[in-house]
T-cell receptor, first 111, second 112 residues
Framework: GQQLNQSPQSMFIQEGEDVSMNCTSSSIFNTWLWYKQEPGEGPVLLIALYKAGELTSNGRLTAQFGITRKDSFLNISASIPSDVGIYFCAGRWEYGNKLVFGAGTILRVKS | DTAVSQTPKYLVTQMGNDKSIKCEQNLGHDTMYWYKQDSKKFLKIMFSYNNKELIINETVPNRFSPKSPDKAHLNLHINSLELGDSAVYFC???????????FGPGTRLTVL
């Protein structure tokens, strides 16, 4: 069956460090989305990617749609305490109509 | 100016009861969704409505019945609640089926 894997599962980093997380799919995606969820809140859209190779930034966040269309990464530069939360990748398979989510990356930042 | 809102925020109830969760969006979107987030934070789609028509119906027990009275509302009714129904339920909306989805704040359902 089709699988979506997100890694790492969790990260505990020092404030100021850069962070990288990624998602890989067993099948081709035509959309990659990155969301952040804070405790007690719903996921908030950070970056949307629609084309293979697309590289998009949102402040200190940068995400890329992999050339193979089977992966995406999210980088956060110079992390700050408010970056804490769960980051989810999500996407649609090439012939699918629903959004599937990765298992999430829990980010903790030490100040 | 809340975009996607849900009520209630918290719902604690006994096994066997029937309960409803309401969702409203003021974004003018055509498509609305219900997701379930389990204790491991895994998010899974349950239903999707486009222009009040059911588009996606995942393998969800038929105790769960969504209802969309108009494009701006999608309610979720759950009959005969079970312990395993305890989770956070998120409503979301998007302009169309393939557009970015915007999520509500969630409803934490606890079945005792």
């Amino acid at each position: 069956g089709q699988q979506l894997n997100q890694s790492p599962q969790s990260m505990f980093i020092q404030e100021g460090e850069d962070v990288s997380m990624n998602c890989t799919s067993s099948s081709i995606f035509n959309t990659w989305l990155w969301y952040k969820q804070e405790p007690g809140e719903g996921p908030v859209l950070l970056i949307a990617l629609y084309k293979a190779g697309e590289l998009t930034s949102n402040g200190r966040l940068t995400a890329q749609f992999g050339i193979t269309r089977k992966d995406s990464f999210l980088n956060i530069s110079a992390s700050i305490p408010s970056d804490v939360g769960i980051y989810f990748c999500a996407g649609r398979w090439e012939y699918g109509n629903k959004l599937v989510f990765g298992a999430g990356t829990i980010l903790r930042v030490k100040s | 100016d809340t975009a996607v809102s849900q009520t209630p925020k918290y719902l604690v109830t006994q096994m066997g009861n029937d309960k409803s969760i309401k969702c409203e969006q003021n974004l003018g979107h055509d498509t609305m969704y219900w997701y379930k987030q389990d204790s491991k934070k895994f998010l899974k789609i349950m239903f999707s409505y486009n222009n009040k028509e059911l588009i996606i119906n995942e393998t969800v027990p038929n105790r769960f019945s969504p209802k969309s009275p108009d494009k701006a509302h999608l309610n979720l009714h759950i009959n005969s609640l079970e312990l395993g129904d305890s989770a956070v339920y998120f409503c979301a909306s998007s302009r169309g089926l393939n557009n970015e989805q915007f999520f509500g704040p969630g409803t934490r359902l606890t079945v005792l």
